[in-house]
């Protein structure tokens, strides 16, 4: 499986891991992160958490080269703690999020989260559920359309995109991912499409969509961080603003002092945050972009317990 982990050495390093650490690989993959984890951790245990079954299946013979002391759990992360508890692990030392779709699922064209590759419309991680692209595309309305497109694609020709799409499918369902990707380039205009494909922001948000991948990481972030030991650490790697904003968003609420408390000697520490910053962001150095220019975009940031 060619899959390139962003920011491995870094994350991992940024846990701070021990030898009996109980760690937690919110998004397992193909186990790039995991597998740098388990060398690591040789007294202690990984559980991995993914939808996508065709990783899963990989990386539970890949991960046996490094160790075997590892739990594979066949759930969204958003259920982190619920999967947890049924295992009796209540505390954890360290948690990774890698929020990037995975190179695998987007060089697969029957996977249809490409707009260059032709595939049916699917988009979702997990293959077993009913939510996929070809719904939205063909089921939502036109107001839902601008809606997912402005607030998941950030794109200012919403409108006009979701407009076409409405009147392309009263002729026929739309079916491709190519299909749909040439109904989008019609809907802007010439000197947008120069700059770069405009597809690209609008699949971002079907897939965010399908997946509900923001809602996801505010409940599985907000989790995990309830779940960790103190002098624990949560990183998270992200690749595009929507998903950046919520782990900044989160992080700094966490860590917050007060005005009043800020510069005093003594302060009392129940007054203080239970978290810190563990790092200023992280980005891929040149060499990184370099080598895989899908890290380009990628921002980490890593939080710690301090009581």
Sequence with gaps: ???????????????????????????L???????????????????AFDRDSEAISYSSEFLKKYGTNFTIIKSNFKNMKEELNKLGVSKVDAVLFDLGVSSVQLDEAERGF???KDARLDMRMDENQMLDAYYIVNNYTEDELIRIFRKYGESKYSKSIARKIVSERKKRPIET???????????????????????????????????????????????SLDLLNIGGRVAV??????????????????????????GLP????????????ASKKIKPSEEEIESNYRSHSAILRVIERVK
């Design 237 to 262: 790697i992200s690749f595009q603003s929507l998903e950046d904003k919520i782990v900044k968003g989160t992080f700094k609420e966490k860590t917050f002092i007060p005005e009043r408390l800020r």
């Design 266 to 277: 003594n302060v009392n520490p129940s007054d203080m945050p239970d978290f810190k910053l």
């Design 177 to 223: 991912t190519l299909e749909l990707a040439e109904i989008i380039k019609d809907s802007v205009p010439e000197h947008e499409r120069r700059k770069h494909h405009p597809a690209r922001q609008i699949f971002q948000a079907i897939r965010i969509e399908v997946n509900d991948e923001l809602g996801s990481l505010k409940k599985g972030l907000n989790d």
């Design 114 to 116: 490409s707009y260059q």
């Design 29 to 47: 993959g193909f186990g790039g992160h995991s597998s740098s984890i388990l060398e690591k951790i040789k007294k202690g245990h990984l559980y």
């Design 1 to 27: 499986m060619k899959h390139i982990s962003v920011l491995k050495k870094e994350a991992v390093e940024s846990l701070n891991l021990k030898e009996n650490s109980i760690v937690v690989d919110a998004t």
